[in-house]
């Protein structure tokens, strides 16, 4: 049944143990759950090199690709190619990236340096990569910024996903790890394929930023501004000092600089009805019919009433909330808007189109963020909430 090596027990894995535990509440590795909005119920792992998986009180090592399998909230199935294990929590490291997909074998792979803990939750597997911080921010970088992107952007990125990490440090505290590897915290989808990325993450290695009470700031980033970026408070409902809008030439002519949506004019008009309780009268359908936002602002005011164009957006499924309308002489209705995205922070197309012009990465961050500094991680310590 049982055919592995043992190789050593006791006395290595409370040593093993021991030096995780010590590392976990540094800040030279982080833990990420990975593949964190899946249901996971298999996966393989595979690497160049030797794997070595610690399982409960066992040591194995596997020269070829080893398969996991859920079998209730208790305990999973470790399958290699010498035998099987149940167990209750495995940990797989390598000294080449870990291969790892899900479910199918075969399948899309993602590679990941560090190494990678499989527990079991109450109907499926977890996944957490305990990783070098740095390497997490370069898979973060690409993941976030995209695959073929200026080494300069690269850098911009690079210091907004550090700063993001620390500031949200302890948001899954409860689960026993840093961030998920979704949007709610940073996408993360492994090592980066781009060789720029890393270099762009070494150039900038330790650099966050904080705003002039020296606290992390909130590291927001849109795809594109539309000209010109958002007040926090338009969007988030607080002011803050360094989130103010900024004119934002660089983010014209880019591919997410505009946008078209028609409107049927009669769901225009229930929505203003049924939602901010506007009495029709045919100066109020020549109003609504022709909204103008020159330059963003947070509401349009219609017979007195202030109309939220956040809650447009949401509401109708707009890519940004910088829009003006005008009708089409037909039942429709033409929302025409600018840029994509919340529009507070950082326009990512716009830093792209600054790093591509030749402005440095520090330029570009003050830019969006204003009366903020750029400085070394060792200068700043992250307190518990
Ligand atoms: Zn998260």
Redesign the pocket.
Known sequence: MMRFKVFFLSIFWVFFLNTILCAQDSLNQVNI?IH?TKKIHSFYIKSKSTIHVFADSEYVSVLDSVQCSFINPNKFKISTLQGTLIVQQAQFKSDSALALCLNEFGKKYRFYDGYIKCSVLIDSLQLINVIPMESYISGVTEAEGGRRCHYEFYKVQSVLARTYLLRHWF??KRQNFQ??D?E??QVYHGKPRNGLVNKAVAYTQGQIIVDSSDQLIVAAFHSNSGGQTANSEWVWGGKTSYLKAVSDSFSMHMPNSNWQKKIKKNDWYQYLKSVYGIVFSADIYQIVNNLKMPTRQSDFIVNNTPISSKRIRTDFKLKSAFFSIMPLGNDDLLFYGRGFGHGVGLSQEGAMCMAKQGLNYKTILHHYFQNVKIMPLQHYHITKP
Do not use: A, G, N
Request: glycine letters at 0%.
């Open positions: 759950r964190s948001k899954h961030l998920c979704q709610h915290c």
